[in-house]
């Protein structure tokens, strides 16, 4: 059974979503039947590779509100990942595009290592402060995870995978996805949300045991 995700690597539910579907699919008794394959989706297409601003200027310039109010604002989505065992530091969240993240995803699973450069980056951005929109720090990252450096900076200065990201946007448009994360279950099911670990193994089950009766 096929599981695909829609997600931005700077969409701070799309992580707390890919650690409560974790949590499913571990209690999933046909977990090793299924395969799972995240989706490029750009949550601001027209961003600048780096934003002057950080996570509460930005915030507060896009709602109106004061930097304290903008802190405020996001204090519950940091209790919240916390509740999944995740520490985010937004103080530290470098803004910008995250286009090239997306292509060096795509590049990833190519090589089998999809999920790890998903995770990796939601690391860097969340967690370490780092700098998606960097390809020396997109190739530290690749390196990290067991990808060469080398052929994964020669990716990242051409266009590959360009075309990737972009069909699978152009997928999400086509099946109405107005938000990440987004997950699709067997082609059939789908799941809008952060959701529990709870609903997300419900889908699960639900899908498979209707994958069977066919």
Not at 40 to 52: G, K
Not at 129 to 140: A, F, N, P, R, T
Not at 175 to 201: C, T, W
């Amino acid at each position: 059974m096929k599981v695909q995700i829609w997600s931005d690597v700077v969409c701070p539910y799309c992580y707390i979503g890919k650690r409560e579907f974790e949590k499913a699919l571990a209690q999933f008794a046909h977990k090793d039947e299924v395969e799972v394959e995240w989706k490029s989706f750009e949550l601001d297409r027209e961003a600048p590779v780096r934003s002057p601003d950080d996570m509460f200027d930005h915030l507060a310039k896009k709602y109106g509100k004061t930097r304290d109010e903008a802190k405020a604002m996001v204090a519950g989505t940091v209790e919240r990942a916390r509740s999944v065992g995740l520490e985010y530091a937004m103080e530290k969240a470098v803004l910008g595009s995250s286009f090239d993240a997306h292509r060096l995803i795509q590049y990833a699973k190519t090589k089998g290592k999809g999920d790890a450069a998903e995770e990796r980056l939601f690391q860097a951005f969340f967690m370490r402060g780092e700098h998606i929109g960097d390809h020396d720090v997109l190739k530290q990252i690749a390196s990290e995870i067991g990808l060469d450096a080398k052929e994964v900076g020669t990716m990242l200065a051409s266009d590959a995978f360009t075309e990737a990201v972009h069909a699978d946007e152009y997928e999400a448009q086509q099946i109405g996805v107005r938000g990440v994360p987004f997950f699709v279950l067997d082609n059939k099911y789908a799941v809008s949300g952060a959701q529990s670990s709870e609903h997300f193994l419900g889908a699960l089950e639900q899908a498979w045991k209707e994958r069977k009766a066919e």
